[in-house]
């Protein structure tokens, strides 16, 4: 099935999430963006969800969607958004480099606040509804980090490994009621973030930017390439499929081989 984007949503019947609506965090762009056009693709109604306001708005007009600028890291902002996703993607994320005894605790805060506790309390918000209805998706765009830690990256990996926890209790409390909670794991993916880091190795080490993807970024993968975002966004589709029930409390590598080795 073609998406309508430029993408295609494999294993989907057309119109499979006609009736259903999404939420995705981070949707302004990246994979946030690539799920929200997959899944609008499938036929839901979508919430963009994103701090950049122009992003969030280009997003969801491109959807027919509804935008919403909101910073995950604000408590009473998060009461603004819809409390009925029939799906819920906690996608938003955000990274910061530094040795612990260099790491800002303010920094560290922020992380958890945005990947750790702002999805907890979207769960919060969405579980009743997605009980009532019988039915529920919720996909957490983790990392190789949930499974895996790197030197420098205390914030980033703590919280990672904190939502592969919350996903799994959510799966187990959601069973019951036919919803599925799971997790994605990649690797690096091609978004603003990783673009960032790129250019941040090539200039620290002296190097020429692809020799940091090869070298430094994908040292430790089978595949030496970056992961689309459109390839992140077809398996969290699939993860909302008619096949996938069964599927939850998952964590689903897509590292290119990291964790294998």
């Known amino acids: 099935m073609t998406s309508g984007f430029g993408g295609t949503a494999p294993g989907l019947p057309t119109g499979s999430l006609v009736g259903r609506t999404a939420l995705v965090t981070g949707g302004g762009s990246g994979i946030g963006r690539a799920c929200v056009e997959a899944l609008a693709g499938a036929g839901a109604f979508v919430h963009v969800v994103d701090l950049d306001a122009r992003a969030a708005a280009e997003v969801a007009r491109r959807v027919d969607g509804r935008a919403h600028p909101v910073d995950l890291a604000d408590r009473a902002a998060l009461a603004s958004l819809p409390e009925d996703p029939d799906v819920l993607v906690n996608n938003a994320g955000l990274q910061h480099v530094a040795a612990i ?3 800002p ?6 992380l958890q606040q945005v990947m750790v506790t702002a999805p907890f309390l979207l769960l919060r918000r969405a579980l009743p509804h997605m009980y009532r209805r019988g039915w529920g998706r919720v996909v957490n765009i983790s990392s190789v980090h949930g499974l895996r830690a790197s030197p ?4 980033y990996v703590t919280a990672k490994h904190a939502l592969e926890g919350l996903s799994k209790v959510t799966a187990l409390e959601g069973a019951p009621h036919g919803v599925t909670s799971n997790c994605v794991n990649p690797g690096y993916v091609r978004t603003p973030l990783v673009e960032r880091q790129i250019a941040a190795q090539a200039e620290a080490h002296g190097i020429p930017p692809e020799q940091v993807v090869g070298d430094v970024l994908l040292r430790g993968s089978a595949i030496k390439r970056l992961i689309e975002p459109e390839e992140v966004a077809a ?3 699939w993860l909302c499929g008619p096949h996938t029930g069964h599927v939850t409390g998952a964590s689903l590598p897509m590292d290119g081989g990291w964790t294998a080795a």
Do not use: H, I, T
């Not at 605790?105 to 922020?110: A, E, I």
């Not at 420098?152 to 914030?155: A, C, L, M, P, V």
């Open 105 to 110: 605790p303010q920094m560290f805060d922020r």
């Open 152 to 155: 420098y990256k205390s914030g």
């Open 235 to 237: 398996v969290a589709l």
């Open 101 to 103: 005894e260099d790491f």
